[in-house]
Every structure is written in structure tokens, then in C-alpha cells.
């Protein structure tokens, strides 16, 4: 059974790695699909995002209902995500701070810089 701090900390990470995925594409993700397609894609590479997403059997692939709920309305980093039905899903200037904070603050990990290679 998870605890509250526990699923306070998913909330924490998913968001993470939802704006390190946005920054590192430079771009918009155009959907909530591809959003969630290329956050699946990422945590069968890195097993350790698997963790923290839970993925379900859906018609357009697999699906996580947390994903979709903490992309549109981040809690721990507020106002760094911003999705526009027109343009889809991208960091706002704020969001773009803290990617580069994530990123200055994890530098020295190899582990860290080949997952925003990938």
C-alpha cells in the first residue's frame, strides 16, 4: 500500500520527468497521446520511470491516468507546463528555469546526462 508522502513523491518525480522530457525536445508535444507515448517509450529504457508511472492497456496504447492528470496540472512545480489544444504541450519560462535547474543540480550524474540524450 502506498502512503501519502509516497504518492506525494510520485506526484513530485512524474512532474520531473514531464518537464526534463519537455525541455530536452525543445518543442511542442503536440498531444496527450504522444505525450504519453514518448514518457512510455522513456520508462522502458529507464526502468526506474516505470516505477513511478503505472501504465494501463488503452485503444490508442498504453496509458497512465496519474501522467495525464499531472501534465495538466502540475502541483509541485506549478506553472512550469502549459498545454494549449492549438500548440500541445510545453514548458512555460518558468517551467524552462526550473528544467535548467533539474539539469545544473544533476550534471555530475552520467546516469542522468544519458537519459537526456536519449
Do not use: C
Not at 501504465?55 to 512550469?80: I, Q
Not at 535548467?100 to 550534471?107: L, T
Amino acid at each position: 500500500m502506498v502512503n501519502i508522502t509516497e504518492e506525494a513523491d510520485i506526484v513530485q518525480y512524474i512532474e520531473r520527468y514531464i518537464i526534463l522530457l519537455l525541455g530536452v525536445a525543445e518543442r511542442p508535444i503536440p498531444t496527450s497521446v504522444h505525450l504519453q507515448k514518448e514518457l512510455f517509450v522513456l520508462s522502458i529504457s529507464v526502468p526506474k520511470i516505470g516505477e513511478y508511472i503505472t501504465y494501463e492497456k488503452h485503444y490508442l496504447g498504453p496509458y497512465s491516468a496519474d501522467l495525464n492528470d499531472v501534465a495538466r496540472e502540475p502541483v509541485y512545480h506549478s506553472g512550469t507546463i502549459k498545454h494549449d489544444p492549438a500548440r500541445g504541450y510545453f514548458l512555460t519560462p518558468h517551467g524552462r528555469e526550473t528544467f535548467d535547474r533539474i539539469v545544473e543540480a544533476n550534471k555530475r550524474s552520467e546516469r542522468f546526462l544519458e537519459l537526456l540524450s536519449l
